[in-house]
């Protein structure tokens, strides 16, 4: 704030001015807009936490060069501090009175002698600055003379330490040099048994040489034994295939003629020609009727390439596919028909590849409507009836079949591969089929 006139010889105390400054922006954030100064209106637009901080040096220009303003500000002060400013008044300062609101009140309500009051205000604030600084020049003494006590006894306990361990460094190189003479002891005792011992096995050599000669008559002898041997086992065999062949024979005429006898006796009775499988008993919706919810290597690594190829090689292998588990991984774009028309498509031409099992489920939680799917010969296709999950269907697929069957899961969520490996199936990624799937 520049020097200010009617008294005062120097700029307000900074904390005077800073207090000053503060009220008077609380005073015009509260003034209708017609009243505030042209200068400050900018101002007046400012948040109330930055009017101080922006507008300090406008706001302080204002209050020296503008009376009305200032009286304003002063009208503020006496209403929040009446007291203190009756005193003023009365030319009296309050004895325990803050000199920064003394001087801030007695600059804004210019009672007589209010330059006096300021700059007693100033030498207040001046001398409490001087002993601040004092105290804590003496704190700093002090802290230091403790830090330099501390220091000290911090060497001589470092000191001792040294000491202990140059001790305990001396008794080790003692020890040390023991150990070292008695394994040179041990060195040479060892070279001498080395000696010793290549000079036994020199011996050994010889004898084994001539027990050598001696084992290559016996091997050749036991050779020719060994091909008589064979050539009789050879004659043996060769009579008893040609024994075997006549009863596999009649055994297969036999076979035909039970098997020809089953059939009719099917016909016969009216009996189902095929076999049921396990999957086939689960309960489970077709996608003809509205309101559905679905369709129908142990050391192998869960994302190694080979997993799939090897659990398909397995005899009679149900493989359970999560149908959009595995659609959305691999054709997210699609619509969800074209996704199932898609993985129906490529799981035709596997089965006809493999020749297992296979069970697609589809989750119809949102379907309100007959579901067109057309089923490649071999493959099952279920959908999740209403209030179930497709996921839950896949469980009872899997608890459906007896145990010790080979039973893949393909789906990459966590939850349901965790569950059916807990069952005994085996849990396959979504990518391994997909994979599979393009490469056929």
Do not use: C
């Amino acid at each position: 704030m520049s020097s200010a006139g009617e008294g005062l010889s120097r700029p307000l105390p900074e904390p005077v001015r800073l207090n000053v400054v503060d009220l008077a922006a609380q005073v015009l954030g509260s003034l209708p807009a017609a009243s505030v100064p042209p200068p400050l209106r900018g101002i007046a637009k400012f948040d109330p936490r930055k009017r101080a901080r922006l507008g300090s040096a406008p706001i302080a220009a204002q209050l020296e060069n503008d009376k009305e303003f200032r009286e304003l500000v002063a009208e503020s002060v006496t209403a929040g501090w009446p007291e203190l400013v009756a005193s003023l008044t009365e030319g009296h300062v309050p004895p325990a009175a803050d000199p920064v609101l003394v001087a801030a009140a007695a600059y804004l309500t210019r009672p007589p002698g209010w330059a006096d009051m300021v700059e007693a205000a100033r030498a207040d604030l001046e001398r409490s600055a001087v002993a601040a600084e004092g105290s804590e020049r003496e704190e700093v003494v002090t802290r230091l003379r403790e830090q330099l006590a501390a220091q000290k006894n911090a060497a001589k306990e470092e000191t001792e330490r040294l000491r202990e361990q140059l001790k305990a460094a001396r008794t080790e190189n003692s020890d040390l040099r023991r150990r070292l003479h008695e394994a040179r002891e041990r060195a040479r005792a060892a070279q001498r048994h080395s000696e010793e011992m290549a000079q036994a096995a020199e011996e050994a050599r010889s004898a084994a040489s001539a027990a050598g000669s001696a084992g290559e008559a016996e091997l050749r002898r036991l050779r020719e034994r060994l091909a008589d041997a064979e050539k009789q086992l050879e004659a043996s065999r060769r009579a008893a295939r040609e024994g075997r062949s006549i009863e596999d024979a009649r055994i297969r005429v036999l076979l035909d003629a039970l098997q020809d006898a089953s059939a009719g006796l099917r016909r016969e009775l009216a009996l189902p020609t095929m076999i049921s499988r396990p999957a086939d008993s689960v309960a489970a919706v077709t996608g003809e009727r509205p309101s559905v919810r679905g369709v129908p290597a142990r050391a192998l690594a869960d994302d190694d390439p080979q997993l799939l190829d090897q659990l398909l090689a397995l005899p009679q292998v149900h493989l359970i596919i999560d149908g959009y588990n595995v659609t959305k991984a691999g054709y997210g774009t699609l619509t969800l028909a074209d996704q199932r028309n898609r993985l129906m498509t490529g799981l035709g031409g596997l089965v006809a590849q493999t020749r297992v099992e296979v069970t697609v489920v589809f989750d119809g939680a949102e379907l309100n409507a007959p579901v067109q799917v057309v089923a490649p010969r071999g493959v099952r296709v279920l959908f999740s009836a209403p209030g179930e999950i497709a996921d839950d269907l896949i469980r009872q697929l899997v608890r459906a079949e007896p145990p010790g069957r080979a039973i893949a899961v393909v789906s990459s969520d966590r939850e349901v591969a965790e569950s059916v490996r807990r069952m005994g199936a085996r849990p396959v990624p979504s990518g391994l089929l997909l994979r599979r799937l393009g490469r056929a």
